[in-house]
């Protein structure tokens, strides 16, 4: 099959499907029957994006530390990683510590798209 043969079925294809196979290149790596992916390495980070706004970093600090799982004592006053004392750190260190402790997936690194693997 020739690469202008394969053009032409996909002008008829419908644009769901389309749709679709757009997303599913785009987002491969996800499961879409419910399985969450487990990252495997012990060295990823879940970050907070520079550039999110302070309302955003301050909800998902509130959000992160109101869990069980999640210890926010080290980053309270004089506490050991209180240093560099801003949101942004702070958020980081929790959304690490909220990965970390809540299965280490994607969907564990969301926060509505403020922070990074």
């Known amino acids: 099959m020739n690469s202008n043969s394969i053009a032409g079925e996909m002008d008829t294809l419908p644009n769901e499907v389309m749709m679709l196979a757009l997303i599913l290149l785009r987002y491969g790596r996800r499961s ?16 907070a994006k520079g550039g999110t706004s302070g309302d955003v970093l301050q909800s998902n600090l509130d959000f992160a530390c ?14 050991p990683c209180i240093l560099p004392d801003d949101v942004i750190n702070h958020d980081s260190y929790t959304m690490n510590s909220y990965f ?3 299965g280490k997936t994607y969907e564990s690194c969301n926060f509505r798209g403020s922070v990074s693997l």
Do not use: F, R
């Open 32 to 47: 879409y029957v419910g399985e969450m992916d487990t990252l495997p390495n012990e060295k990823t980070w879940c970050v």
């Open 66 to 79: 109101s869990q069980d799982k999640v210890d926010c004592e080290p980053i309270q006053s004089s506490a």
């Open 100 to 102: 970390h402790n809540y």
